[in-house]
């Protein structure tokens, strides 16, 4: 669930709770231009511009709020249509609550609602019947929003480029076949919006897209280099004389291919600028960068590129080491989008920075960095004070001589919110400009589970983060596959192999949790699924 920030428009009602109260509606663009919404075909048309994006099987609650006698549109919250009815009662409360709550913490609780949902037709099924179909789930929005003293003012469905209100049943205003939807662009909105500078994405798929690994033949090709580079690179990075040389040696090559980007020429669209940006960075030099972002330390360092000129072409790489990251490497994708979701934040982009880092959590819901920078996030923190950290080691870093800047010190006892030294964290200083998390009760017992082996790895002095061993398969031989049979999820390892050998498949999709706006969901990475809740925040 997605609660976005306040600052995107103001409403304007009469304070009664009819839904012909939308017809006097005012979006507010740039400070002092307004523009009225006078009924419910141009608030189905404003949705986009108040997301910031186009939604896909959605429910969206908007909160309406009064001030001075004048409303304001206020936080906006999204959740996936779950896909069993026997799931609505509990996301329409979930959602209602968490926009209230998310509401009140930024000092306003809302005097309103409106509803969307947001759902195109399955095959052999029209927008008609879309409405109908939803019309129970509308139905438990407008009852959990009322148990908290909120009225539900509109309620509207929309498919199939029509819209279709499920407070209003005059066929005067509101036929039964549905209104159309204006055309992309081409509304009063639309033109305040670009006027005042605002974008609006396409939908949260083409977003992740961008993100996730593609289905190829060169797939393939990547894993065989992830195995071969890891082959090399694993025991440099446990051994602490190199791992400084290591760690160099893959920021030199970061640099390399961020002046690489930013020497192409600019592409038409997105989809064009991924394709390049794909050509232009070799398997091999996505291995070294992949594995070489493990090591948390590492991953710290390449953090520093997240403004001015840096921030563009790191953004891209990042994006381009998370599609390479399929298979049984999907969970070293953490590395990579985390610092995709920080540079966007950094940059502005909350949209991106919440997939980004929700994604992030799908690939390893344990990684500590990611679950601190959704939380900041997404409960409106200013991403300067990170900022200003980062700078500060970077400058440091530069005046430090060579010995004092060694990689390869012991990890620490403590990583920041309780988590264990091996578990990947937050850079140094500026993991304290971040909200704390809760301690997490583990439940496994006594010296099992992955978290006993990175203990052991802490206890021993290797480095923290994730340890990019190298896989092993049945399918096919490969250099340095021993005796002991198949690998875990990243790797063989000391008394962590799996029976039977086999090589794991992808990344199985992660759950939503409970929670609200920025609290606790986490789309899968294979794409949106219906019930998750959306990039709502650090697990």
């Keep these: 669930m997605t609660n976005h920030s306040e600052t995107t428009g103001s409403s304007d009602n009469s304070g009664t709770s009819g839904p012909e109260d939308i017809n006097r509606t005012v979006y507010e663009s740039g400070g002092a231009q307004q523009v009225t919404l006078r009924s419910p075909a141009e608030l189905a048309d404003a949705l986009p511009y108040l997301l910031g994006y186009r939604p896909e099987?959605?429910?969206?609650?908007?909160?309406?709020?009064?001030?001075?006698?004048?409303?304001?549109?206020?936080?906006?919250?999204?959740?996936?249509?779950?896909?069993?009815?026997?799931?609505?009662?509990?996301?329409?409360?979930?959602?209602?609550?968490?926009?209230?709550?998310?509401?009140?913490?930024?000092?306003?609780?809302?005097?309103?609602?409106?509803?969307?949902?947001?759902?195109?037709?399955?095959?052999?099924?029209?927008?008609?019947?879309?409405?109908?179909?939803?019309?129970?789930?509308?139905?438990?929005?407008?009852?959990?929003?009322?148990?908290?003293?909120?009225?539900?003012?509109?309620?509207?469905?929309?498919?199939?480029?029509?819209?279709?209100?499920?407070?209003?049943?005059?066929?005067?205003?509101?036929p039964a076949e549905g209104t159309p939807l204006g055309l992309p662009g081409t509304s009063v909105l639309a033109a305040a919006t670009a006027y005042a500078g605002l974008r609006v994405r396409g939908s949260l798929r083409e977003l992740r897209d961008r993100l996730l690994p593609r289905e190829s033949?060169?797939?393939?090709?990547?894993?065989?280099?992830?195995?071969?580079?890891?082959?090399?690179?694993?025991?440099?990075?446990?051994?602490?004389?190199?791992?400084q040389a290591v760690a160099e040696e893959a920021l030199g090559l970061a640099a390399r291919i961020m002046d690489r980007f930013a020497d192409a020429p600019p592409a038409s669209d997105t989809v064009t600028e991924d394709l390049r940006d794909d050509e232009l960075l070799g398997h091999d030099e996505a291995a070294t960068l992949i594995l070489g972002l493990q090591d948390r330390t590492t991953r710290?360092?390449?953090?520093?590129?997240m403004e001015g000129d840096e921030a563009g072409p790191a953004l891209r790489l990042w994006r381009a080491l998370a599609r390479r990251c399929a298979g049984p490497y999907g969970e070293h994708a953490a590395a990579p989008l985390t610092l995709a979701g920080w540079v966007a934040w950094s940059t502005g982009d909350e949209l991106e920075a919440r997939e980004a880092l929700a994604l992030a959590l799908a690939a390893d819901p344990d990684y500590l960095f990611a679950r601190l920078l959704h939380q900041a996030c997404n409960e409106g923190l200013d991403p300067e004070s990170v900022r200003r950290c980062l700078r500060t080691e970077r400058v440091d870093r530069g005046r430090a001589a060579p010995d004092e800047r060694a990689m390869g010190a012991e990890p620490r006892e403590e990583a920041e919110g309780g988590a264990s030294a091996a578990e990947p964290a937050a850079p140094g200083p500026a993991a304290s400009a971040l909200p704390p998390l809760p301690r997490r009760q583990r439940t496994r017992g006594p010296g099992g589970g992955k978290g006993a082996y990175r203990r052991t790895c802490a206890q021993e002095g290797r480095p923290g983060g994730r340890l990019p061993y190298p896989r092993a398969s049945s399918k096919r031989a490969r250099p340095g596959d021993g005796a002991a049979g198949g690998g875990d999820r990243r790797g063989t390892r000391p008394g962590g192999a799996r029976t039977g050998g086999a090589r794991p498949g992808p990344v199985s999709p992660g759950t939503a949790g409970p929670g609200a706006e920025e609290r606790r969901g986490v789309p899968p990475r294979g794409g949106a699924q219906a019930g998750r809740q959306d990039t709502g925040g650090a697990r």
């Design 300 to 305: 710290d360092r390449a953090a520093a590129w």
């Design 217 to 243: 033949t060169t797939a393939l090709e990547q894993e065989k280099a992830l195995d071969t580079a890891g082959l090399t690179l694993v025991p440099r990075i446990l051994d602490a004389a190199s791992r």
């Design 57 to 174: 099987d959605s429910i969206v609650l908007v909160a309406l709020h009064d001030k001075d006698g004048r409303g304001r549109f206020g936080g906006r919250a999204r959740l996936g249509i779950p896909a069993s009815a026997e799931d609505w009662p509990s996301a329409a409360r979930q959602l209602a609550h968490g926009l209230v709550t998310g509401s009140e913490r930024r000092g306003s609780r809302p005097e309103q609602m409106v509803v969307f949902l947001c759902h195109e037709p399955g095959p052999g099924e029209s927008g008609r019947q879309v409405k109908e179909r939803l019309g129970p789930l509308a139905h438990v929005l407008r009852l959990e929003c009322g148990a908290l003293d909120i009225p539900v003012v509109e309620a509207l469905c929309v498919s199939d480029g029509r819209f279709w209100s499920y407070c209003c049943d005059d066929d005067g205003c509101c």
